[in-house]
């Protein structure tokens, strides 16, 4: 009897959360939608960031069972294009010497989703920025891989803010 009672409030607590009709915001599991991703234009001098971007992006279209990507338009049902307009690395904070200690890369990107037979436009974001911070040193090397890990930061936390933002549109259609 002792057991019951414990085990009592563990069983009522599993059939409300299983019953209660919580799905995930995050994933789209509505008839099958292919996104044909277009190629970034990249204006910036950074080599490699539009192939960055893509790969962000089918990582995360892959959490979704009901969306795939495609890199060809044909059978598509959506289009994704994008452009990253600029990149800035201005010094936040200055140490001895009037040297950087800390430096922000600000992303200036632009992108639109939009559905192919109709022509409706299902997001538009003309000029978003994203910033991530880091810490500078004396050595170059250093640096770089620094730089390297914020805008890798960037890009990934961009393709999550796009699949999200496509997941919760392709319901509307």
Do not use: H
């Amino acid at each position: 009897m002792k057991t019951i009672r414990r085990l009592l409030p563990l069983l009522l607590v599993a059939l409300v959360v299983t019953a209660c009709g919580y799905r995930n915001p995050n994933i789209y599991s509505g008839p099958p939608k292919t996104v044909y991703l277009a190629e970034w234009k990249n204006r910036t001098s950074e080599m490699n960031l539009d192939s960055d971007i893509y790969r962000a992006l089918t990582r995360w279209f892959q959490y979704s069972g009901s969306i795939s990507t495609s890199r060809s338009r044909a059978g598509a049902d959506l289009v994704l294009a994008g452009e990253i307009i600029s990149i800035e690395l201005p010094s936040l904070s200055y140490g001895a010497g009037n040297i950087a200690t800390e430096v922000k890369v600000r992303l200036r990107t632009r992108y639109i989703l939009k559905e192919i037979a109709s022509g409706k436009i299902l997001l538009e974001v003309p000029d978003e920025y994203w910033t991530e911070e880091y810490r500078t040193s004396t050595n170059t090397s250093r640096n770089r891989d620094n730089e390297a890990a914020a805008l890798e930061e960037i890009v990934e936390n961009l393709a999550q803010k796009i699949y999200q933002r496509t997941v919760a549109e392709i319901p509307k259609l």
